[in-house]
């Protein structure tokens, strides 16, 4: 659906753009019935990078993307991804991912030395459609500088989705 949308290439262009001006890897994380899957990602042009490919599976537990998606994805969807067997932030990152509109992760055994930093894409109806992320080594990482930047990348897919020119 993406792509015949013309959806897929004009995001790519705002994760292009936003990957430069963080000098930082940015993904497109989107759901697929229970997993978390890369669907876009632009790399950073630095040698020392997180090597996650489109189409990898991230998980719930360690990805920034994975505590965003069960903050603002559908209602079920904790429900189902624990059904699933699948490890589980705590309910208090899900909780301040909620109050905060932004979620911090990586590490553990799925993304060790990388850390992430993830915000929800939303449709204008309000449903997440997407979560977009940054990865860097954990030392560049420096949330307080890349977060004015992803939510404005965001707000761009965002509008973007709704057929809007960004």
């Known amino acids: ?6 959806f897929e290439q004009r995001s790519q262009f705002i994760l292009d753009e936003l990957a430069s001006d963080l000098g930082e890897a940015v993904s497109l994380v ?3 019935q ?18 996650l490919q489109v189409g990898a599976e991230l998980s719930f537990k360690d990805s920034a993307s994975g505590t965003i998606w069960l903050a603002f994805g559908p209602q079920d969807l904790l ?3 624990k ?4 490890a589980l932030p705590s309910k208090k990152s899900i909780a301040q991912a909620i109050d905060e509109k932004v979620s911090i992760g990586g ?7 990388i850390s992430a930093i993830a915000v929800p894409v939303f449709h204008l109806n309000g449903q ?15 949330p307080e500088e890349f977060l004015p930047a992803m939510r404005r990348g965001a707000l761009q897919l965002t509008e973007l989705s709704a057929g809007r020119p960004t």
Do not use: W, Y
């Open 1 to 6: 659906a993406m792509r015949q949308a013309g």
């Open 30 to 32: 989107l759901l697929e």
């Open 34 to 51: 229970e997993k978390l899957v890369i669907a876009l990602r632009a790399e950073s042009q630095s040698i020392l990078r997180a090597d």
């Open 79 to 81: 429900e189902r991804v």
């Open 83 to 86: 059904n699933a067997g699948h």
């Open 107 to 113: 590490g553990g055994k799925t993304l060790p030395g």
């Open 128 to 142: 997440c459609i997407g979560s977009l992320s940054t990865t860097s080594p954990e030392s560049r990482f420096r």
